[in-house]
């Protein structure tokens, strides 16, 4: 319980999550990769147009599987992001890579197309674009970029699940994409993720990897008549209790995406005028981008208008957050190399973002009381 009248976030849940959670019991099957879990894959593989999408514990779990997948290994140079979630960078830092991180567009926030060039070397084995709020990235830039240097390209898709790129859903670009059911997403199961193999040579790989390193799903299938260790991997299936709340989240999800959707566009509306008369900016969705409202958020003119904005809102009870904090000036990016400048556009989001409350069961009429809110706090700010 956040304690604030409206918070920022709140699980919305479809109506058949318990009753789906109860059959999965007396199915006796509750262990990982469970009926409920294939049901889960087989309706992501619908929104996911060629991908094979496999449920994991999360989507850092996903984005380790796909670290491993490309095989990253100490010495290698792997472009993210410098603003995003730790997830990003760590499941390739992990393997030993070095993240090289890359500024933000202005616009979009999304990881700058055009600075990749100077950032490609002779060690760069991929490039992870993560959609903010689900606004793609420029997607036809870094797939032609990846393709000229053999690079793989892997979708942290993690806030993108219902966007689009030029008509083609977010998360089928990459080799590789990974998918949140955190609970601030637009479909959660409280922690979940899933990854989509959008490359088909890499499907059998990928279920060896998330079934710890053994041929059991060969063997489910009647294909080998025991099963073994056959490779690396780890425990990477997701139990079918979660798989049971996923697919109730999941059979809603056009209702979910409609309300949240309606709430992107009014918050968009009721803050237009204030925005453009208080030096604030709105997201900015490229033209041939739409965005699934996953998040919505204000670029205060500065750190100091941020921090009065979110002490105002919470003195209404109203709760309202910043978001990434640039991975470069982490200490743990900072070990890698990163410094300070060197990606401003991060840097001056990390100081400025605040995201305002936003999920599907936001009333019209707790809406209007954050929109007067912030429109309000033009004296304090
Ligand atoms: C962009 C991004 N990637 C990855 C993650 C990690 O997701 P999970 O909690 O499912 O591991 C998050 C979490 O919020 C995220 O925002």
Redesign the pocket.
């Known amino acids: 319980m956040s304690g604030f009248r409206i918070p920022f976030n709140r699980a919305c849940l479809a109506g058949s999550e318990m009753d789906y959670i109860a059959r999965a019991v007396e199915n006796g099957f509750i262990s990982g990769n469970g009926p409920f879990c294939r049901e889960c894959e087989r309706l992501l593989e619908r929104h996911l147009p060629g991908a094979r999408v496999l449920l994991t514990p999360?989507?850092?779990?996903?984005?380790e599987m796909a670290a491993m997948l490309l095989d990253i290994r100490p010495g290698d140079e792997v472009i993210v992001p410098s603003f995003?979630?730790?997830?990003?960078a760590l499941a390739f830092a992990s393997r030993g890579a070095k993240p090289v991180f890359c500024d933000s567009r202005p616009d979009t926030l999304n990881l700058d197309e055009k600075l990749l060039p100077e950032i490609v070397t002779g060690r760069t084995r991929a490039v992870v674009a993560?959609h903010?709020g689900g606004v793609a990235c420029e997607m036809d830039a870094i797939r032609s970029l990846t393709l000229e240097h053999g690079l793989a390209l892997v979708e942290?898709n993690?806030?993108g699940l219902f966007g689009t790129y030029r008509g083609r859903p977010l998360g089928t670009f990459g080799s590789l994409a990974?998918q949140?059911?955190?609970e601030?997403?637009n479909i959660t199961c409280g922690?979940?993720?899933a990854l989509a193999v959008n490359d088909a040579s890499l499907v059998d790989r990928a279920l060896v990897m998330r079934d710890k390193g053994t041929d059991r799903s060969r063997f489910l299938e009647g294909l080998v008549d025991k099963y073994t260790w056959v490779d690396t991997g780890s425990s990477y299936v997701l139990s079918d209790l979660l798989g049971a709340f996923l697919l109730a989240q999941l059979e809603n999800a056009s209702v979910f995406q409609e309300k949240r959707l309606r709430i992107w566009r009014r918050y968009m509306e009721g803050l237009s005028e204030w925005a453009g008369s208080s030096g604030v900016g709105l997201p900015a969705v490229p033209e041939g981008c739409a965005h699934p409202g996953h998040l919505f958020h204000l670029m205060m003119p500065d750190g100091a208008a941020r921090r009065r904005l979110i002490g105002y809102l919470a003195e209404r009870g109203i709760m309202a957050v910043f978001h990434?904090q640039p991975l470069h000036l982490s200490s743990m990016g900072r070990s890698f190399g990163g410094r300070p400048g060197q990606c401003p556009v991060a840097e001056s989001a990390g100081d400025r973002l605040v995201r305002l409350p936003f999920f599907a069961s936001l009333s019209a009429g707790d809406q209007d009381d954050v929109i007067e809110a912030v429109i309000s706090s033009r004296a304090v700010l």
């Open positions: 999360s989507c850092t779990h996903a984005l995003t979630f730790v997830s990003t993560m903010y942290d993690a806030h990974a949140s059911f955190h601030t997403k922690e979940g993720g990434y």
